[in-house]
């Protein structure tokens, strides 16, 4: 819908840059016009709708870099999806990516499905006219035989097969190439989550065959040997990056001035119970990981936040519990805001059209109540979304200012 959407401060770029009064234009689908109000306003038709929220901020919307919309969050996501047809699965992930999109996501990077699931959600809601998040599909995961996630059908044995898969899932229009880089926690009699599943020649094959589809390549990674062989191969982005080894933590520090030197950005997928993992993990043990993640950052190594939604404990409508992650690690509140929108769009390869409010971009947009650069709080007071230009009042949303008569909303 077309829309001029005011606020008490417009958000115009990274670090809390913004415009104090401010006014976004959204013409069909797209931010046309931002700035001061009473100049936006006055270059605008008179028949385009206002929206007004004196006392709120206008963000860009928020990204969530990790999830799998097709685990259930529940005690035991991997048996429930196993005991589930596929199209049994797709109102499930419908009404998950809507619970995103209700706390502000407007755009999801979901990390590995099954059977397409995702891809097939991806173009339900593209091909829709209600207010939906944009999803970035990877598809099948690629991992070894018997590995990490291997009930969701991508085991591959050798070169030829890890090339073959790479193929098809760029064949039928993935967004990102996944591939499980060591073994993970979900998967039952699975290799240990510090065991590398790859060698690095195996994992050059999926980065050539991405880079010739034009895809990125996000590895799965907590193991140090893991972790050093994805680096090697030169992957787009580390997921969770814990530096686990059979005997404790090995940060290599030659490794991650690489990791930052190359660019590739960390996503530790910290879960909103985040705090919930660390007591079960162990406080100290917890800590150390998170130092580890700190002193990365610290070393220049670029951050983004991701929920790991789907798997156990790790809910869809919560992205600011797994937020306050990264203040706990010393983000300030604006930090963690560019790590949430410019940072995690530049990231995932969607800077040119979204994660800023400027002309041209996606309106993908979000009003909260009060200033989450001061207080990462206020980003639970969502009090409109826009994702694609299409509006999104979530359930119990409270309103600044109801839109006058003459500009009831055109959608």
């Given amino acids: 819908m077309d829309a001029l959407i005011t606020a008490g401060r417009v958000v115009t770029g990274p670090l809390g840059r913004h415009v104090v009064d401010g006014a976004v234009l959204v ?31 206008l963000l860009p919307g928020l990204i969530d870099c990790h999830v799998h919309l097709a685990f259930d969050a529940g005690t035991d996501p991997v048996s429930t999806l196993g005991e589930a047809e596929d199209a049994d699965l797709l109102p499930g992930m419908a009404d998950r990516a809507m619970r995103a999109l209700n706390t502000g996501v407007t755009t999801v990077r979901d990390l590995g499905d099954r059977n397409g699931l995702t ?30 996630c291997w009930f969701l059908g991508g085991e591959v044995d050798g070169k030829n097969a890890i090339r073959d898969l790479a193929r098809r899932n760029a064949e039928s229009g993935v967004d990102v190439i996944k591939v499980m880089a060591t073994g993970g926690g979900i998967t039952k009699g699975g290799p240990p ?5 790859f060698t690095t020649e195996e994992l050059l094959v999926v980065v050539e065959e991405a880079k010739r589809a034009g895809l990125p390549v996000a590895a799965h990674a907590h193991g140090t040997a893991g972790i050093a062989a994805a680096v090697a191969a030169g992957v787009d982005t580390l997921e969770h990056c814990t530096w686990i080894t059979k005997d404790g933590f090995d940060v290599r520090e030659d490794l991650v001035a690489e990791i930052a030197a190359k660019g590739i950005r960390v996503c530790p997928a910290a879960s909103p119970d985040w705090r919930g993992f660390a007591e079960r993990f ?23 936040a991701g929920t790991d ?12 519990s797994s937020l306050e992650f990264f203040e706990h690690i010393g983000f300030s509140a604006t930090e963690v805001v560019d790590l949430a929108t410019c940072g995690a769009a530049d990231a995932v390869g969607i800077g040119h059209d979204t994660g800023l409010i400027a002309p041209g971009y996606r309106a993908d947009l979000l009003v ?8 990462l709080q206020a980003l639970r007071a969502v009090r409109l979304v826009m994702a694609a230009g299409r509006l999104h009042v979530p359930p119990g949303a409270a309103s600044d200012a109801p839109v006058p008569p003459r500009a009831a909303p055109r959608c």
């Fill in 27 to 57: 013409r069909q689908g797209l931010i046309t016009d931002v700035g001061p109000r009473a100049e936006v306003e006055r270059r605008a038709s008179q028949d385009v709708p206002r929206i007004a929220h004196p006392d709120a901020t």
């Fill in 119 to 148: 891809l097939r959600l991806r173009h339900t809601f593209a091909a829709g006219t209600t207010p939906a998040p944009r999803i970035l599909a990877a598809g099948t995961p690629l991992t070894r035989p018997g590995g990490h």
């Fill in 193 to 197: 989550i510090w065991e590398a599943q």
């Fill in 282 to 304: 162990g406080a100290e043990r917890a800590e150390e990981m998170f130092t580890g993640l700190r002193r990365m950052s610290q070393q220049g190594v670029r951050l983004i």
């Fill in 309 to 320: 939604a789907g798997v156990s404990g790790a809910v869809f409508d919560d992205f600011v």
């Fill in 368 to 375: 909260v109540g009060g200033d989450p650069f001061d207080d």
